[in-house]
């Protein structure tokens, strides 16, 4: 059996450490800036929205934050104690899941729980449309949703995913791996539409967050700073050209771009970094949180979500 909570002992039993270690410092020539937005809600997990003034965030405690442009309230839920992702295909079709197996579903007006069939803690969620979602969790649970119910799938795995992402429904790529002993191992896996198969890949430690600008351009990340690339063919190391010390080496939570030469990883310690497609390079938030969460509207608007209860929102000058 899966010992249910043992990732996010890794990733948020950390948070208070964490946030008191002091921020790397940060590259001078990535021209981004952000502002800063308090919530006054702890412990938020993940981030999507629709448009730049239709945004979700979500997180610890029956949490799920919405912004309207100006500011962001909470929005009504119950029964979703840690909710860790959420995506969408509209402001009026949201999926958010997180632990115990919860599945919740906005349809412009209220949030309900959808049956998910298991109670393993649900890590991602993504879909090519409405009737085509699919969720990655915990033992290598993979479940997909065709407008009508949840069922689920044959990873081929029991080790746990923590993330999901794809150019289309035949390149579809989830993340994950074993993260104890602290760095693990990583696993990437491929669904051409009708199976899912592990990825050959090099040697990598367990793996958090996957995004791509196209089938032949995939980033992935995860724990001591570890950033691999796909091209189409085959996964190679990407350095992370940081000043972080060998023995402090953060988790690479989250994985997002604009395209192919505008992609941030975030994570621990306040990490944010920046890929121009050529380089990595640290970006200064003035934070030292944990960064759980990105989404953007385009290159020019991006928002970070933390454990602290931040919200980040970047201006490219």
């Keep these: 059996m899966i010992a249910r909570g043992r990732t996010a002992i890794v990733l948020l039993g950390v948070l208070a450490s964490a946030a008191?270690?002091?921020a790397p410092p940060s590259s001078a020539a990535d021209a981004v800036s952000w502002s800063?937005?308090?919530t006054g809600k702890q412990g938020l997990l993940g981030i999507w929205g629709a448009a730049p003034d239709d945004v979700?965030?979500?997180g610890v405690g029956n949490l799920i934050l919405h912004f309207d442009g100006s500011a962001w309230t909470q929005m009504p839920v119950d029964s979703a104690p840690r909710l860790i992702a959420a995506w969408g295909t509209s402001g009026q079709d949201?999926?958010?899941?997180?632990?115990?197996?919860?599945?919740l579903h906005y349809d412009g007006r209220v949030w309900t729980a959808m049956e998910s069939g298991t109670k393993q803690d649900l890590r991602a969620v993504w879909g090519t449309s409405g009737r085509s979602v699919y969720v990655v969790g915990y033992g290598g649970t993979v479940l997909h949703y065709d407008g009508a119910s949840w069922k689920p799938m044959d990873s081929g795995t029991t080790s746990d995913l923590s993330w999901i992402w794809g150019a289309s429904e035949s390149e579809i790529l989830a993340v994950g791996g074993d993260?104890?002993?602290m760095p693990g191992k990583g696993l990437i896996l491929h669904f051409d539409g009708t199976a899912w198969a592990p990825m050959a890949m090099p040697p990598s430690p367990g793996l958090q967050g996957v995004w791509g600008s196209s089938a032949k351009d995939v980033f992935a990340c995860g724990a001591d700073l570890a950033l691999l690339h796909y091209d189409g063919t085959a996964w190679?190391?990407?350095p992370a050209n940081t000043s972080f010390p060998p023995n402090q080496l953060p988790v690479l939570l989250?994985?997002?771009g604009s395209g192919p030469d505008d992609v941030y990883?975030?994570?621990f310690i306040g990490a944010v970094l920046h890929f121009d497609g050529k380089t990595w390079t640290e970006t200064e938030t003035g934070l030292k949180d944990t960064f759980s969460g990105i989404w953007g509207s385009s290159a020019e608007d991006v928002f970070v979500v933390s454990s602290m209860g931040n919200v980040l929102r970047s201006r490219k000058e």
């Design 20 to 22: 008191c270690e002091g």
């Design 36 to 38: 800063r937005i308090e």
């Design 94 to 103: 949201v999926f958010a899941v997180g632990s115990d197996g919860v599945i």
């Design 265 to 267: 990883a975030v994570g």
């Design 254 to 256: 989250r994985v997002w």
């Design 236 to 238: 190679t190391p990407m």
């Design 179 to 181: 993260m104890m002993p």
């Design 56 to 58: 979700f965030a979500v």
